[in-house]
């Protein structure tokens, strides 16, 4: 059987470091030491010093008038500015505050009519210049909550 090789300490070596020590320090007596000028600690606060009246919590003692300044931040209210187009939009409805899509409806306005009697003036007037009464593009978007049936908005092509 072969021979371990001989372990070496630290110290034995003559390496740079100190030999490693494990664990604390040991406690030497009167450990932590005593500060001088303290005294012995005390239960709370001590008088204080400069000339300062002590606090007596919330509300100043009777006789004397309070210096507390009250300051009052007001943020501006946050408004979305939502487009009301073609499409349906997801939005908040104003009169009964449910959250829902809108329902939207078609209905003739005046880009309607204006198409109408352009219509007319280039020469379609034997019912071609109804056209833009049949073609939800020329025609105003309305929207409505399908909760409570109220009109939140209208899409004016004009």
Request: glycine content about 12%.
């Amino acid at each position: 059987m072969a021979d371990a090789p001989p372990a070496y300490s630290d110290a034995q070596k003559g390496g740079p470091y100190p030999p490693a020590q494990g664990g604390y320090p040991p406690q030497q007596a009167g450990y932590p030491p005593p500060q001088g000028g303290y005294g012995q600690p005390q239960g709370g606060y001590g008088a204080p010093q400069g000339g300062y009246p002590p606090q007596h919590g919330a509300y100043p003692p009777p006789g004397q008038q309070s210096t507390t300044n009250t300051v009052v931040v007001t943020q501006p209210a946050m408004t979305i500015v939502q487009t009301f187009r073609e499409s349906p939009v997801r939005t908040i409805c104003p009169h009964c505050r449910a959250d829902i899509v809108t329902a939207t409806q078609y209905e003739s306005g005046t880009f309607s009519w204006i198409i109408c009697v352009i219509l007319c003036l280039v020469g379609c007037s034997l019912g071609c210049c109804l056209i833009p009464f049949c073609v939800n593009g020329c025609q105003d978007v309305i929207h409505t909550c399908p909760n409570c049936r109220q009109t939140i908005s209208r899409y004016s092509r004009m």
